[in-house]
């Protein structure tokens, strides 16, 4: 077998035979292997199935495990050919599934909504205080030498406590970083998508606004949004020339949400205070990136979800989504085409 691709059965029907693209954790992958006569072929590595082996395990099967940074789209549907008819990715997002064409074919989707929410709020939060505190930094100037006395000026960030919060896409993760966020004694809380959602706003009297005046009256953007024609590169050069000097800038939602040169002529100029990222694009971003050179934006390797429990709660939920669509049953979570 190629290097990192481990077949557990070679010999069983087609019925239930399935392609998972990496190495996952383990209790997804006993869900599937103790399921009756579901056959699984694996990529087993921690690295990405390179594409000529991704296109050669999904021919014949019948499902189709993936993560998001797996790109479906006809070239992959092609090479599978009539016989797919389940793909569960295990994400809350799936712009990278070319959902026109799995339309198309009959084909079911399975993701993993509300099982990350919570540690990707946890992260956004932890991400936003890390930025606006300037904690890299500072960890980077005791390291140095840097750190010389107690200086009246010295690293001094931003506050939470008294300030104006505006998320982009007050949906499940959107709510539940407000909810985190409104101890730390945030004044008021702002939000813009597409259209109002009262009862998500209720809990924190959220106003719905456009996303210019939240831009412009916010000390802290949190975006949350799914990626969307509509939303891709929304946050873009007028976008920070509206928003304060002092504001602090966090995305946790998708890289191409962001016109990333556009985020650094802000950062750099000194438009915007700070910026905090998980996600870029591309991913991973490359080391020589400009963004990397500055000091006041944080980047994190899209680590959003990464606890130990929710991984293994999305590794079973999209276990669970593929067998249900392989026995023509109703899934804990269909993505409705």
Known sequence: AARGRCDLALICGAAMAVFVTRRIPAEGLRVLSQAGGCCVQQWDSEEPVPRAELLEGVKGKRGLLCLLSDRIDREVLEAAGPSLKVISTMSVGFDHLALDEIKKRGIRVGYTPDVLTDATAELSVAL????????????????????????????????L???T?????????????ARRLKPFGVKKFMYAGSHPKPENAAE??????????LAEESDFVVVTCALTPATKGMCNKDFFSRMKKT?????TSRGAVVN?????????NGQIAAAGLDVTMPEPLPTDHPLLSLKNCVILPHIGSA?????????????NNLLAGLRGEPMPQELQL
């Open 247 to 251: 504001s602090v800038f966090i995305n």
């Open 307 to 319: 606890t130990y429990a929710t991984r293994s709660t999305m590794a079973v939920l999209a276990a």
């Open 165 to 177: 919060v505006g998320i982009i896409g007050l949906g499940r993760i959107g709510q539940a970083i």
């Open 128 to 159: 936003l205080l890390a930025t606006c505190r300037r904690l890299p930094e500072a960890v980077e100037q005791v390291k140095n030498g840097g750190w010389t006395t107690w200086k009246p000026l010295w690293m001094c960030g931003y506050s």
């Open 161 to 163: 406590s008294d300030s």
């Open 260 to 268: 990333q040169e556009d985020l650094y002529n802000a950062l750099a």
């Open 204 to 213: 924190f009297e959220a106003e719905f606004v456009p996303l210019t005046r």
